[in-house]
């Protein structure tokens, strides 16, 4: 693949080094450029990001500056720092202690030249400009998204999950680095569009001309992708609630004319939502900056604490099909993505490759919010009815690190299932809840991997688990449960590609818990000869076979 460098020089990114102004990167392709913690990237934190844009909205481009704030984490380290911008817009020029810095670009990454002996902390101005890459189907696929609501007035935000923040404004842009210290946006735009809705709390400033100013500030630490705003003619109900943590400010900011609607469908689901994930999975993450759900143009996604919603005010998933007399008792935007705030924003995955965690816990964030309004059966009842043909097993749920990837669809549904097994498993509803709310606590605020995860799960229950994480997240296949029958017994056994794995497993039929292993084992039952076969009990993801 080529991709030019500040000079106008074609470079080919495919070999294991690449020199350039007599400088080896270790890189091995684009996707290792952008997915992996690179020699550029590794001896600096990022401390907060301030990012101002100047949008010129008839030709939809912008200039910007973002100074990113850092600190030197190593005595030694590369002379170079790694800025992530992705095409079309470009660096026009960076600045260290008022010093024009040279830097080399590859890409999507610009390699900027630092002093050897920088230490301590320090501050970097990036400016940039250029007409950003547009979502052709925002979230799914990343960019700016520019809109027309109903009355055929400007509308326009930003999605890039999928993508990557270095899509619209330059960072580190990799899943395991978070601004230790949050992040503020400004965006100045004409009083005719009405307003600027972005992360945390805010400061408006009238300007000249029917100019005005927004800043939106976070406080706490904030993934890359969750950094967002929203421009249109919003107006905004606030609420207050009495949380976990005390006092919490609810804002939903809508498009003006759907102000009966948000007060008679999104204000009443989301505050039932949040006491509900504030019951099982402790208090809301982010009192310092606020709650706030924001009406998109697109059908939603989990940007921290300035929620995008657009499930337009009704129940169930206006784009989904089929949907079950479960699936319609709840706004599934409002519930899924309120559960990100949990799973993705307080505990985010160090690298792509692990989405599993992220995806998995907010759809099951999804079957606990009906257990919580229709008790413990219909939670089960909505996960077995949601399951059938939805889970593929094509691929591993935990995809290959290093290059900016997940493992597809399997993510969602696979995930959910895996961490409902779990919970069957255990078999005491109580103490998964203080498992649900260990894991905030002690991931609070934090970065993680997969495997982080998995033996805290362990530990937390004084289980070994490594075994049952392996073998559903690290192959493509569930294990099977073989079984024969015999005349006053039954025998089974496990087959999985993990060679010590054992799982405790309710049958339904007959009514009975086996601890499967991969050796064959067997239990006394008269009527065996009188069962055609041997039935699982369904919340549990696992194949069944009858073998002679």
Same mark, same amino acid.
């Given at each position: 693949?080529?991709?030019?460098?500040?000079?106008?020089?074609?470079?080919?990114?495919?070999?294991?080094?690449?020199?350039?102004?007599?400088?080896?990167?270790?890189?091995?392709?684009?996707?290792?450029?952008?997915?992996?913690?690179?020699?550029?990237?590794?001896?600096?934190?990022?401390?907060?990001?301030?990012?101002?844009?100047?949008?010129?909205?008839?030709?939809?481009?912008?200039?910007?500056?973002?100074?990113?704030?850092?600190?030197?984490?190593?005595?030694?380290?590369?002379?170079?720092?790694?800025?992530?911008?992705?095409?079309? &817009?470009?660096?026009?020029?960076?600045?260290?202690?008022?010093?024009? &810095?040279?830097?080399?670009?590859?890409?999507?990454? #610009?390699?900027?030249?630092?002093?050897?002996?920088?230490?301590?902390?320090?501050?970097?101005?990036?400016?940039?400009?250029?007409?950003?890459?547009? *979502?052709?189907?925002?979230?799914?696929?990343?960019?700016?998204?520019?809109?027309?609501?109903?009355?055929?007035?400007?509308?326009?935000?930003?999605?890039?999950? &999928?993508?990557?923040?270095?899509?619209?404004?330059?960072?580190?842009?990799? #899943?395991?680095?978070?601004?230790?210290?949050?992040? *503020?946006?400004?965006?100045?735009?004409?009083?005719?569009?009405?307003?600027?809705?972005?992360?945390?709390?805010?400061?408006?400033?009238?300007?000249?001309?029917?100019?005005?100013?927004?800043?939106?500030?976070?406080?706490?630490?904030?993934?890359?992708?969750?950094?967002?705003?929203?421009?249109?003619?919003?107006?905004?109900?606030?609420?207050?609630?009495?949380?976990?943590?005390?006092?919490?400010?609810?804002?939903?900011?809508? &498009?003006?004319?759907?102000?009966?609607?948000?007060?008679?469908?999104?204000?009443?689901?989301?505050?039932?939502?949040?006491?509900?994930? @504030?019951?099982?999975?402790?208090?809301?993450?982010?009192?310092?900056?606020?709650?706030?759900?924001?009406?998109?143009?697109?059908?939603?996604?989990?940007?921290?604490?300035?929620?995008?919603?657009?499930?337009?005010?009704?129940?169930?998933?206006?784009?989904?099909?089929?949907?079950?007399?479960?699936?319609?008792?709840?706004?599934?935007?409002?519930?899924?993505?309120?559960?990100?705030?949990?799973?993705?924003?307080?505990?985010?995955?160090?690298?792509?490759?692990?989405?599993?965690?992220?995806?998995?816990?907010?759809?099951?964030?999804?079957?606990?919010?009906?257990?919580?309004?229709?008790?413990?059966?219909?939670?089960?009842?909505?996960?077995?009815?949601?399951?059938?043909?939805?889970?593929?097993?094509?691929?591993?749920?935990? *995809?290959?690190?290093?290059?900016?990837?997940?493992?597809?669809?399997?993510?969602?549904?696979?995930?959910?299932?895996?961490?409902?097994?779990?919970?069957?498993?255990?078999?005491?509803?109580?103490?998964?809840?203080?498992?649900?709310?260990?894991?905030?606590?002690?991931?609070?605020?934090?970065?993680?991997?997969?495997?982080?995860?998995?033996?805290?799960?362990?530990?937390?229950?004084?289980?070994?688990?490594?075994?049952?994480?392996?073998?559903?997240?690290?192959?493509?296949?569930?294990?099977?449960?073989?079984?024969?029958?015999?005349?006053?017994?039954?025998?089974?056994?496990?087959?999985?590609?993990?060679?010590?794995?054992?799982?405790?497993?309710?049958?339904?039929?007959?009514?009975?818990?086996?601890?499967?292993?991969?050796?064959?084992?067997?239990?006394?039952?008269?009527?065996?000869? @009188?069962?055609?076969?041997?039935?699982?009990?369904?919340?549990?993801?696992?194949?069944?076979?009858?073998?002679?």
């Amino acid at each position: 693949m080529l991709f030019k460098n500040a000079s106008g020089y074609a470079i080919l990114i495919c070999l294991t080094t690449l020199t350039v102004a007599q400088h080896k990167f270790e890189i091995t392709s684009p996707d290792s450029l952008k997915g992996s913690i690179t020699p550029e990237r590794v001896w600096w934190d990022v401390l907060h990001y301030e990012i101002s844009l100047d949008i010129d909205f008839p030709t939809k481009s912008l200039k910007g500056k973002t100074t990113i704030r850092f600190e030197v984490t190593m005595d030694e380290h590369s002379p170079y720092m790694q800025i992530d911008l992705q095409a079309p &817009l470009t660096i026009d020029s960076l600045l260290l202690s008022h010093k024009r &810095l040279k830097f080399e670009q590859l890409g999507a990454a #610009y390699m900027v030249k630092v002093p050897e002996e920088l230490t301590g902390l320090n501050s970097i101005e990036v400016y940039y400009s250029g007409a950003p890459k547009v *979502s052709s189907n925002p979230p799914y696929d990343g960019g700016f998204v520019w809109a027309m609501d109903s009355l055929n007035r400007d509308w326009v935000s930003v999605a890039c999950q &999928l993508v990557g923040g270095s899509v619209w404004y330059p960072c580190k842009d990799h #899943y395991s680095e978070e601004p230790d210290q949050g992040a *503020s946006l400004t965006i100045t735009i004409p009083d005719s569009m009405g307003v600027v809705v972005g992360n945390g709390l805010h400061t408006k400033q009238d300007l000249s001309n029917k100019q005005a100013r927004y800043t939106w500030e976070v406080k706490n630490p904030i993934n890359n992708y969750g950094i967002s705003f929203y421009i249109g003619h919003y107006i905004n109900i606030s609420q207050n609630y009495d949380g976990l943590a005390g006092p919490l400010d609810l804002d939903f900011w809508v &498009l003006d004319y759907n102000r009966d609607k948000a007060i008679s469908h999104l204000i009443p689901e989301s505050i039932k939502t949040l006491k509900a994930f @504030e019951k099982w999975f402790g208090q809301y993450p982010f009192y310092e900056d606020g709650f706030k759900m924001v009406e998109s143009s697109y059908i939603g996604m989990e940007h921290q604490s300035a929620i995008a919603y657009g499930n337009k005010f009704k129940k169930g998933r206006f784009s989904f099909k089929n949907l079950t007399a479960l699936d319609l008792q709840t706004d599934r935007l409002i519930v899924h993505e309120l559960a990100h705030e949990w799973f993705g924003n307080n505990i985010t995955m160090s690298d792509m490759a692990d989405r599993w965690v992220q995806e998995g816990f907010a759809a099951y964030g999804e079957e606990l919010f009906i257990e919580e309004m229709l008790g413990r059966d219909a939670g089960r009842e909505f996960f077995v009815t949601r399951l059938p043909n939805k889970i593929k097993n094509q691929q591993p749920l935990v *995809s290959d690190y290093g290059i900016f990837k997940d493992a597809g669809r399997d993510m969602y549904f696979k995930g959910w299932a895996i961490i409902h097994t779990l919970r069957e498993m255990i078999n005491d509803d109580a103490k998964f809840q203080g498992y649900l709310q260990s894991l905030n606590k002690d991931f609070y605020h934090k970065t993680i991997y997969s495997r982080e995860l998995e033996q805290f799960s362990s530990q937390y229950f004084g289980m070994d688990f490594g075994p049952y994480f392996d073998q559903y997240l690290r192959y493509s296949k569930v294990p099977t449960l073989e079984y024969r029958l015999e005349k006053n017994s039954i025998g089974y056994r496990l087959v999985a590609d993990v060679e010590n794995l054992k799982m405790k497993i309710k049958l339904s039929e007959p009514d009975k818990w086996i601890e499967a292993t991969q050796s064959w084992k067997a239990f006394k039952y008269k009527k065996a000869a @009188e069962l055609e076969s041997l039935m699982v009990d369904p919340n549990f993801l696992i194949e069944i076979e009858k073998v002679n």
